[in-house]
């Protein structure tokens, strides 16, 4: 090893003493050593590569067991015992360890406390055990007698533990009840009893009360990072009014998680004179997989922890899509796509499937589809999506329009507003209403549903649905060039007539350049749009109406056409008013992107919840 590894085992040692495992940053160490952060890395590779030398060298032979990896293997039912066996004869053969491990001064008042040694590997180990449990790779059978195994184990190698120092029987019994304290602790976590241990009351409101504050703490830091290029402590401060010592701590645990990268010191100072250091979200702590159910394709993107769309797969399909077809081109997909780009499968944490029609997002069922008319009543996608991918996957069933009002809530024109209407129209129809900041599905998954409102129960124009006159058959695209050829005998001057082919787009263009005939064409579209929009205006009274779909194509005069309307199909007041009408600017990815901010915010929760 290199000529400086004394120097920085020296500088570990004393940063782990005095300041302990939180303070041992890459950057402490490289200014207590005295060398850059880049040296570190190039001799050690990254701070566990550090620790893990500075431990062989205070015990060579290599005992202390990296438990991360043996809780890592696949045969764990096996291996637990073993585990067990080897973590308590660590704790007994490498108290120089300890003492470093457990962030205690190598001084002779260490061995006055045995408990406040030894209960943090206890801690620790309750901890590896109950997260197993939790993701069930152990029945609670098994947990039982391994905490009862612990328990015994402590009591009986006690005096062991306490050797050494000048009053034995007095160490004795502090690890007698530091080994009641770990009981206590596996009781709380599992609520579980154990045999002849006499319970301290436990308030559990305080204890769920304290629990919760810390999560939602880990959340409000966590999330600031999302938006941000680069953050400093203080930064952090101004958005979450914390105290500075629990922002300090929480980014702490985000950058030993690695959920936040440390990007060491600015070259600027701070307030007080001092160079702060800064962080930034690990965009690739995990990634997300969002399906969308297209007009003509299903898309399949990956998107990671900033919400950036780094691939896009389309796989074509038709009308008559069968729902075991769907569910085959779902799962191929999924793994094709993370395959392709090399992902590890762990590190792909959330999938979020976007449909049409209304959809459960608690047990991922699709009451009803229009398009698919062979799929069953409420098609069980989530179980069978859950049958066929991997365990550790959360998966999202959401319905398409949703997503898109979710994207253009924190991507597009709607960010920031309170209240707003996401509205596609074109070759489909639905809306999403935002209020006081929030989505509203409704009690039934059918708010926003306005495609199929019925604006002229008189027309013979038949929809998707099955019915007459619905807002979504009397504004489709194909309705555009319907009328378009219907009116070409009445304006054989058009320039339609020589448009090959005749389009929506042809007829939007032919707008904007005063053609009257697509005057005509599109001031019926206007005048469709213009009562459906009023009457929700008046429900809704949002802040910002935004237009998604194939119409952000029609340009400027379209837009009036339908202000125009909105205020003439509606009372005055309206007009005075004047409700912001724009077009979205997020094109086709507005779903994918609303998919991506359900799997980062699944992602985030799971986190701060296990923090």
């Excluded at 005096?159 to 009641?180: K, L, T, Y």
């Excluded at 807002?471 to 090959?500: C, M, N, Q, T, W």
Aim: charged share 20%; proline share 4%; net charge negative.
């Amino acid at each position: 090893m290199s000529t400086l590894d004394p120097k920085i085992t020296s500088a570990v040692t004393r940063i782990l003493q005095s300041g302990g495992h939180r303070k041992a940053t890459t950057r402490n160490i490289a200014l207590e050593a005295g060398i850059s952060q880049s040296t570190l890395f190039r001799l050690y590779g990254d701070k566990k590569g550090l620790l893990r030398h500075v431990f062989q060298k205070l015990h060579p032979d290599g005992s202390l067991l990296d438990l991360s990896a043996l809780l890592g293997r696949d045969d764990i039912a096996d291996g637990l015992a073993f585990i067990l066996q080897e973590y308590l004869a660590a704790i007994l053969r490498y108290l120089p360890a300890a003492r470093l491990a457990m962030q205690f001064p190598d001084d002779p008042d260490f061995s006055t406390d045995p408990d406040a040694v030894f209960a943090p590997y206890m801690e620790q180990f309750a901890n590896h055990l109950h997260n197993l449990y939790a993701q069930k790779r152990i029945a609670q059978a098994d947990f039982k007698a391994l905490s009862h195994l612990v328990f015994s184990a402590l009591l009986m190698h006690a005096p062991e533990m306490a050797a050494g120092g000048d009053d034995n029987g007095r160490h004795e019994e502090a690890v007698n009840r530091m080994a009641w304290k770990y009981a206590t602790l596996l009781e709380r976590k599992l609520k579980i009893g154990h045999n002849g241990i006499a319970e301290a009351p436990v308030d559990r409101r305080r204890e769920s009360r304290s629990s919760d504050m810390r999560e939602n703490n880990l959340r409000a830091v966590l999330r600031t990072f999302i938006d941000a290029d680069k953050l400093s402590a203080p930064d952090v401060q101004k958005e979450v009014h914390l105290s500075k010592t629990t922002i300090i701590k929480l980014i702490g645990q985000l950058v030993e998680d690695g959920m936040l990268l440390d990007l060491g010191i600015d070259s600027a100072v701070d307030e007080r004179g001092r160079p702060p250091s800064y962080y930034r979200l690990n965009r690739d702590f995990a990634y997300g997989v969002v399906i969308q159910f297209a007009p003509e394709n299903i898309l399949t993107a990956v998107t990671n922890m900033k919400n950036e769309i780094i691939h896009i797969a389309a796989t074509p399909i038709t009308d008559d899509l069968a729902f075991d077809e769907a569910l085959n081109i779902i799962v191929t997909s999924f793994h094709a796509v993370v395959s392709s780009l090399g992902i590890r499968a762990e590190r792909v944490l959330g999938l979020c499937v976007a449909t049409g029609g209304p959809t459960n997002e608690v047990d991922g069922t699709i009451a009803y589809l229009p398009r698919y008319h062979n799929w069953p009543k409420n098609a069980p996608l989530k179980r069978s999506l859950r049958e066929r991918l991997p365990d550790n996957l959360n998966i999202i069933t959401y319905n398409e329009m949703y997503c898109q009002s979710i994207g253009e809530q924190y991507f597009g024109k709607a960010y920031g507003r309170a209240s707003a209407i996401i509205f596609e129209a074109g070759e489909r129809l639905g809306s999403g209403i935002i209020l006081d900041h929030r989505l509203l599905p409704g009690a039934h998954s059918i708010a926003g549903e306005i495609g199929h409102i019925k604006l002229d129960p008189h027309s013979t124009v038949q929809c998707v649905c099955g019915a007459y006159g619905c807002f979504r058959a009397l504004v489709h695209s194909d309705r555009i060039v319907v009328l378009a050829r219907e009116g070409l005998s009445r304006y054989p001057d058009s320039i339609l007539g020589k448009a090959k082919p005749l389009t929506a787009h042809t007829v939007f263009s032919a707008l904007e350049a005063g053609d009257r005939l697509a005057t005509e064409v599109m001031e019926q579209m206007a005048r469709w749009m213009g009562l459906a929009l009023s009457n929700l205006i008046l429900t809704v009274d949002p802040e910002i109406i935004v237009l998604q779909g194939i119409y952000t194509e029609a340009g400027p005069t379209f837009l009036a056409m339908m202000r125009k309307h909105i205020v003439k199909d509606s009372f005055p007041y309206l007009g005075e008013l004047k409700h912001s009408i724009e077009f979205s600017t997020l094109g086709g990815n507005a779903c994918l992107l609303g998919g991506s901010k359900l799997v980062t915010e699944s992602i985030i929760d799971d986190y701060c919840r296990q923090g």
